[in-house]
């Protein structure tokens, strides 16, 4: 074994939909939210990186077997998990056009509820997700932008 290689991780996790599944992932980080802690990981089943919250998450005995670290998939992880959990685990997307600066729409909406894009000097867009649609337009938690909102399914699973 080379003296890079880490020891993987096995696991019982709930997801946000409440189904209970075994994980095996090789971790890469841990990243918070500012109001919870998630792991940051290449899951092994799934041939892909995923991100677990840390309070779903039950550790499972004996741990997985070692590997190479593999390249991270994005330089910031802090905005990587930030699309994760505020787009990525729903059936609907919606980017919000709020009608104030981006700088503003940061102070206001928290990064769990979405991603912040600047669109010019007066306006940005806010890129967020829900299990359900809605026929009314939602500002999550900006209730005192302006703002304008369209949804459509999530085509990725």
Same mark, same amino acid.
């Given at each position: ?27 890469? =980080?841990?990243?918070?939210?500012? @109001?919870?802690?998630?792991?940051? &990981?290449? !899951? $092994? %089943?799934? #041939? *892909? ?10 550790? =499972?005995?004996?741990?997985?077997? @070692?590997?190479?670290?593999?390249? &991270?998939? !994005? $330089? %910031?992880? #802090? *905005? ?10 729903? =059936? ?10 981006? &700088? ?54």
């Amino acid at each position: 074994m080379g003296e890079h290689e880490r020891e993987g991780v096995r696991f019982d996790y709930r997801g946000h939909d409440g189904a209970e599944s075994t994980r095996t992932v090789e971790p890469h =980080r841990l990243v918070h939210t500012g @109001r919870r802690w998630y792991l940051v &990981a290449w !899951d $092994v %089943d799934r #041939a *892909d990186w995923r991100t677990y919250r840390m309070d779903r998450m039950v550790r =499972r005995a004996p741990t997985g077997p @070692r590997f190479r670290p593999r390249e &991270a998939p !994005d $330089v %910031d992880l #802090a *905005d990587y998990l930030s699309r994760g959990v505020t787009t990525g685990a729903y =059936r609907y997307r919606a980017r919000i056009t709020l009608h104030v600066p981006a &700088a503003t729409a940061a102070e206001l909406v928290p990064p769990t509820i979405g991603v912040i894009e600047a669109v010019d000097d007066g306006n940005c867009l806010l890129h967020t997700g829900r299990t359900r649609s809605t026929n009314s337009p939602s500002t999550s938690g900006c209730s005192t932008c302006r703002a304008r909102c369209t949804s459509r399914p999530n085509s990725s699973p």
